[in-house]
């Protein structure tokens, strides 16, 4: 349904019926960029951008105000700053938004225990069983969106509905700071004037061609005939966008699995054909990966490293760790050896990437008896803990000394 950036926002009255809107979809507002800004309050109001200025670089995250200049996230930052020219360029500090994640997701945990979360910054919750204790959807909403903002800081839209698809949509157009609940007799005269933008699956072509062929709002796609839509879109998505459009959405909130995979790659200012500066940022790389693994309480039984030239041909290549590993001189050691492999061909590379699969909990793993990591185990704690209270950067390896990139997360399954 496009970018959301506050300028056709909705909220419910405070004595809507809800007893039917048992499902909430919550969204943590301008994530990245409302975490920065908890450091830096001079800021709020004004147009902030989060990455890093560069002409490579993309937008991490921005906030409502950049939004209402068409800054978006993955947009490239020179695009971004046309657009934008006086706004703030912030650097993103992801182990910071992990912390903040952890947080929101402990407190919907709380509140109920069906959570299905979605990535780092939103999630379903199925409340319907948490009546007799916190009361009717709208106030265990409204307890979730007061405990965010009272332990972090930090502020969520939520969407109240009797399916996901609904909730979803209610809390996207709720953004920012609101709540929007949506009762099952409502929701047909609630969807069918959004665009079919709004409609799950509906993408830029998908988008284009259903308006070539006349429809433009969800009530058309609802009153559509089934033969038209599907030369349109094809059988399979016909018949989903058919369904959406009526509200259909029997889909239940499942818990999600752990987090599949852990990493982080940087788009190098240009192409660089220097082994040695390439390390270099694999063994910055594989530190901020570690530090995540830590704080998310796993260990990585496997390393991958992606390359990207600049032909733009991207490889992969995976390698099992000696043990599962939460360190980052261990994940280095082994990735750079995967990068040796390639060092010889001597072509320039654009991008590195490094991540952790295969994530466990280290409980459940075996400890060699012949650890040789205790050392590198106290150095890298040592330097999390310096940066956690002097700011990043304020101490690390001395190979890093000055090596600062254009970075941007992977995120698991998401971003």
Not at 240 to 256: I, P, Y
Request: hydrophobic share 40%; glycine share 8%; net charge neutral.
């Amino acid at each position: 349904m496009g970018k959301q950036d506050g300028l056709k926002r909705h909220v419910s009255a405070t004595d809507i019926d809800d007893s039917s809107a048992t499902i909430l979809h919550v969204d943590m507002d301008a994530f990245f960029a409302s975490a920065e800004l908890l450091d830096r309050p001079e800021l709020i109001g004004k147009p902030v951008i989060v990455g890093h200025n560069s002409t490579r670089s993309v937008v991490t995250a921005a906030t409502y105000e950049a939004r209402k200049y068409g800054v978006n996230s993955a947009m490239p930052m020179a695009l971004a700053l046309r657009r934008c020219p006086q706004a703030v360029v912030l650097e993103p500090h992801f182990e910071r938004y992990q912390y903040f994640s952890t947080q929101v997701f402990e407190i919907c945990d709380e509140l109920t225990p069906k959570v299905e979360r979605l990535g780092i910054d939103e999630a379903f919750l199925d409340v319907a069983g948490a009546r007799a204790i916190y009361g009717s959807p709208i106030k265990v909403a409204a307890l979730l969106r007061a405990r965010v903002l009272a332990e972090t800081g930090l502020v969520c839209s939520v969407g109240a509905a009797a399916s996901k698809y609904v909730a979803k949509v209610a809390s996207g157009l709720s953004k920012p700071d609101g709540l929007l609940v949506i009762p099952a007799d409502k929701t047909i005269e609630f969807l069918h004037p959004l665009p079919i933008s709004a409609l799950w699956g509906v993408g830029g072509k998908t988008e284009e061609a259903l308006q070539q062929r006349g429809f433009s709002t969800i009530a058309h796609i609802a009153h559509a005939d089934r033969a038209s839509l599907t030369r349109a879109v094809g059988e399979a998505s016909a018949v989903k966008l058919h369904n959406l459009a009526w509200g259909n959405d029997l889909r239940q909130v499942v818990e999600r699995p752990a987090e599949k995979s852990i990493g982080h790659e940087t788009t190098f200012e240009y192409d660089v054909l220097d082994a040695d500066e390439i390390c270099r940022e694999l063994l910055r790389l594989s530190g901020k990966v570690a530090i995540r693994l830590r704080t998310a309480g796993m260990v990585a039984r496997t390393v991958v490293l992606k390359l990207r030239f600049d032909d733009f041909s991207t490889v992969t290549r995976s390698r099992k760790l000696p043990e599962p590993t939460d360190l980052g001189r261990t994940l280095y050691d082994t990735v750079r050896g995967v990068y040796e492999e390639f060092a010889a061909e001597g072509r320039p590379v654009r991008l590195v990437g490094v991540r952790g699969e295969q994530l466990v909990d280290p409980g459940g793993t075996l400890v060699s008896l012949w650890d040789t990591t205790d050392g590198w185990r106290d150095a890298e704690e040592a330097m999390e803990a310096a940066c956690a209270r002097f700011g990043r950067g304020a101490v690390g390896p001395a190979r890093l000394l000055g090596a600062e990139r254009s970075e941007r997360p992977r995120l698991g399954q998401r971003d």
